[in-house]
């Protein structure tokens, strides 16, 4: 009966040493976390940057710099499809101001 409760003793030391390891990773994580979202705060870019970081291998930028980089990407997708859009509806006007619609 004695060994049976040192053994358990044993394993429930392991268990809390374990899960001091944990919190102190996850506290660990957890700053991280914080400085990744202060650094992401503040993502421009001039066009020369966008221009140089588009020709650098992603894996050769910062996190910081990749996510400006998508944003912008994704920036300009969006807007070339308004403009897209907004040159169909003025052609449309024309056409059907000029009588040919």
Do not use: P, W
């Not at 503040?42 to 710099?65: F, V």
């Not at 400006?68 to 101001?97: D, G, N, Y």
């Amino acid at each position: 009966m004695r060994q049976r409760q040192e053994a358990i003793a044993r394993e429930l030391g392991k268990i809390v040493k374990r899960q001091q390891q944990l919190e102190a990773t996850n506290e660990r994580l957890q700053e991280k976390a914080i400085d990744i979202r202060h650094s992401l705060s503040d993502l421009h870019l001039t066009d020369t940057q966008y221009q140089q970081l588009r020709l650098t291998n992603e894996d050769d930028i910062s996190l910081k710099d990749f996510v400006a980089v998508c944003t912008v990407a994704a920036f300009l997708l969006h807007f070339s499809s308004i403009i897209v859009q907004m040159q169909f509806k003025f052609k449309k006007k024309i056409l059907i101001h000029s009588g040919f619609l």
